[in-house]
């Protein structure tokens, strides 16, 4: 009866490309692989686009990976030198994803329609995987979306040392900061 079911599961398989995509060979995670001997790696560049793509985002319960697994699919897209293949909404959907998942108190606007569906333990920053991505898509895409802007300024903000910044002690035991100079900088 299991060799039944599994032959028709396969040869259901070869209808469905969507279930017939596997992971490539070189990400370990805790992500489904595909079954089959005959299936063929699909490059994580293509994974990246349907993850970040609008119909999947717009889904009730999209499909998502680990941080980690996305994190190496983009790393070896840029290696590779595919990241071309990214819209710009695309980066713009990841890089608001890694910055929601770097704060506690990401703004509506913001905010990733993706975070809620990824399991962390714990907060963790991803700023200079932030800054890569922004830098990457200014040189593909070549143009930024002010969400991609406002995640590349908490993320220099959150980077900056206190050494640089000139402290006030107002009155009644209120902090304000006065920057004297910002400036940002898109390599």
């Not at 905010?111 to 809620?116: D, F």
């Not at 830098?135 to 993320?155: C, E, M």
């Amino acid at each position: 009866m299991r060799g039944l079911i599994f032959q028709l599961f396969r040869s259901l398989c070869s209808y469905c490309p969507s279930i017939h995509t596997a992971i490539p060979n070189d990400i370990h995670g805790s992500e489904p692989q595909a079954l089959g001997a005959q299936q063929r790696a699909v490059p994580g560049i293509r994974i990246l686009c349907r993850i970040f793509s609008a119909s999947n985002l717009a889904r009730h319960a999209p499909d998502v990976y680990s941080t980690r697994t996305l994190r190496k699919l983009y790393l070896g897209a840029s290696t590779q030198g595919m990241l071309s293949d990214l819209s710009g909404p695309q980066f713009s959907d990841m890089i608001s994803l890694f910055g929601t998942l770097s704060v506690s108190d990401p703004p509506r606007q913001f905010k990733s329609p993706l975070a809620q569906h990824i399991h962390t333990k714990e907060l963790r920053v991803w700023w200079g995987f932030i800054h890569q991505m922004v830098r990457d898509k200014k040189q593909v895409i070549g143009t930024l979306k002010r969400s991609d802007l406002y995640w590349l300024l908490r993320a220099r903000v959150a980077e900056a040392s206190m050494a640089d910044l000139i402290v006030y002690a107002g009155d009644g035991g209120e902090f304000r900061i006065y920057l004297a100079k910002v400036r940002l900088i898109i390599v």
